[in-house]
């Protein structure tokens, strides 16, 4: 168990003024902390809480990479089952119970104001196992249940399992307090089933600008990490972080190095994330780029900066129309000029300052690739200007302010959800 290094429970409000003793605990169905974009926003949302001094205790799966300035309750391991990868499981229904089973554990001993609740699991557990409490409960709504599990692979279109489950992803969507989406494109495709009563707020990702900037490297240092991946200085360097799956577009992306190969083009691909590492080495073998393409495996949260600063172009090949797209800022925020396929959510991040191709599209992928190559001063213009947006849009300081005027607002809207003063931190039982 995580030593505990929360703050004190003196808050701020979104708004400036000082209030007493806001407790939220940050309800995660996952497997927090691992290196990809969800974990990321649990990870932010809790830091920028933390510092207008809302106290944050985080309950998640058993399994995970410490995150010391926390708070965090696991559930306790299954036998059967030590290893998993990220996704879609048959084996999340049983650490799903095990999730409910902790909660309830910790409702009955502890007092919190309000359950943040990530994703559609931890809606459904923190609504139903929060009544006996009568305790507000927010959900953070980060892309459809049910499209995420078709591009896992784990329903099949056009069959009776797909019809019932997304009959339990709208059920699970009526059962909070309020939602918060990820991108503005997910807060109007909820508003518009019509008949939501509860509030659906945009919450969109954000980005430590002060963390991920573009002189996070020295020239000396960045050219020398450069030559440690066989880099050159004068390669030219398109970066992907995030998962290796094919609902990210992997395999479009190399489809594109191998065509931009064809065409005499002298490209560098570092592609950072996971899982499936060999298997699409295999494929970039197959498709006669094992050369250019460089795979690092998985690269901790922590060092993506310095490993982004090795890129001139940054690249986001996703696929899905339903989820957010968190790397987006994260490219933005390093002054990376970005080609991205355009779904909602990265048009949402990158405005008129991204190099879109049609989703699946390529020929046009590739083309987007090559023009930036081709321009240097656009490269230049394109990433000084993304980079002003993030600071100027996506700052996590403004999704703080937002969420905590949220949980004010439901923890006072009456005489069932009290606001409950604390005079000290108070680790919570376990």
């Given at each position: 168990?995580?030593a505990?290094?929360?703050r004190?429970?003196d808050?701020?409000s979104g708004?400036?003024?000082?209030?007493?003793?806001?407790?939220?605990l940050s309800?995660?169905?996952?497997?927090?902390f691992?290196?990809?974009?969800?974990?990321v926003?649990i990870?932010?949302e809790a830091r920028?809480?933390?510092d207008i001094g809302?106290d944050?205790?985080?309950l998640t799966y058993?399994k995970?990479?410490n995150v010391p300035?926390f708070?965090i309750?696991?559930?306790?391991p299954?036998?059967?089952?030590g290893?998993?990868?990220v996704?879609?499981s048959?084996?999340?229904?049983?650490?799903d119970v095990?999730?409910a089973i902790?909660l309830?554990r910790?409702?009955?001993?502890?007092?919190?104001?309000?359950?943040h609740?990530?994703l559609h699991?931890?809606?459904l557990?923190?609504?139903?196992?929060?009544?006996p409490?009568r305790?507000p409960?927010c959900?953070?709504?980060q892309g459809?249940?049910?499209?995420e599990?078709?591009d896992?692979g784990?329903?099949?279109?056009?069959t009776?399992a797909?019809?019932?489950w997304?009959?339990?992803?709208?059920?699970?969507?009526?059962?909070p307090?309020?939602?918060?989406?990820?991108?503005?494109n997910?807060?109007?495709a909820?508003?518009?089933?019509?008949d939501?009563a509860i509030p659906?707020?945009?919450?969109?990702?954000?980005?430590?600008?002060d963390?991920?900037?573009?002189d996070v490297l020295?020239?000396?240092?960045r050219?020398?990490?450069?030559?440690?991946y066989?880099i050159?200085?004068?390669d030219?360097v398109v970066v992907y972080?995030?998962l290796l799956?094919?609902?990210?577009?992997?395999s479009?992306?190399?489809?594109?190095?191998a065509?931009l190969?064809?065409q005499?083009?002298?490209?560098k691909w570092l592609?950072?994330?996971?899982p499936?590492?060999?298997?699409?080495?295999d494929?970039?073998?197959?498709?006669g780029v094992?050369?250019?393409?460089?795979f690092t495996?998985r690269?901790?949260y922590?060092?993506?900066?310095q490993?982004l600063a090795l890129?001139d172009?940054?690249?986001?090949?996703?696929?899905s129309?339903?989820?957010?797209?968190?790397?987006i800022l994260?490219?933005m925020?390093?002054?990376?000029?970005?080609?991205?396929?355009?779904t909602p959510?990265?048009?949402e991040y990158?405005?008129?300052?991204?190099?879109y191709?049609?989703?699946?599209n390529?020929e046009a992928?590739?083309?987007?690739v090559?023009e930036?190559i081709?321009?240097?001063?656009?490269?230049?213009a394109?990433?000084?200007?993304?980079r002003?947006?993030?600071i100027?849009?996506?700052g996590?300081?403004?999704?703080a302010?937002?969420?905590a005027?949220?949980?004010?607002e439901l923890?006072?809207q009456?005489?069932g959800y009290p606001?409950m003063m604390k005079s000290g931190s108070?680790?919570?039982?376990?």
């Open positions: 168990m995580m505990d290094t929360t004190g429970t808050a701020v708004g400036g003024q000082r209030r007493a003793g806001l407790r939220v309800l995660a169905p996952t497997s927090f691992s290196d990809y974009g969800c974990h926003r990870l932010e920028a809480l933390r809302v944050v205790t985080i058993y995970g990479g300035e708070r309750i696991r559930t306790n299954t036998p059967w089952h290893s998993y990868e996704g879609s048959r084996h999340k229904y049983v650490f095990m999730l902790r309830a910790v409702l009955a001993r502890n007092r919190f104001d309000i359950i609740a990530h699991e931890g809606a557990i923190g609504s139903l196992i929060s009544k409490w305790i409960v959900f953070d709504y459809s249940l049910t499209s599990m078709l896992h784990f329903l099949k279109p056009n009776k797909l019809g019932l997304r009959w339990l992803e709208r059920s699970i969507e009526r059962l307090s309020a939602i918060f989406t990820s991108t503005l997910a807060s109007e909820l508003k518009s089933q019509g939501h659906i707020r945009p919450l969109p990702d954000g980005v430590n600008t963390v991920f900037r573009p020295s020239l000396d240092e050219a020398s990490r450069r030559m440690a066989g050159h200085n004068d030219i972080l995030g799956a094919r609902h990210q577009g992997i479009c992306l190399l489809d594109a190095a065509l190969k064809t005499g083009r002298r490209v592609v950072m994330g996971y499936g590492v060999k298997q699409w080495r494929t970039a073998e197959a498709g094992s050369e250019d393409v460089i495996d690269i901790p922590w060092n993506a900066p490993m890129g172009i940054a690249i986001a090949p996703k696929l129309l339903t989820e957010g797209s968190g790397k994260n490219y925020a390093m002054g990376l000029p970005t080609v991205a396929f355009e959510a990265q048009v990158l405005g008129d300052l991204g190099m191709a049609p989703v699946g390529i992928l590739a083309q987007r090559a930036l081709d321009e240097p001063k656009q490269r230049k394109l990433g000084a200007a993304a002003m947006r993030a100027q849009q996506f996590w300081d403004r999704a302010s937002q969420l005027s949220t949980y004010y923890a006072n009456d005489a606001l108070g680790a919570p039982h376990y």
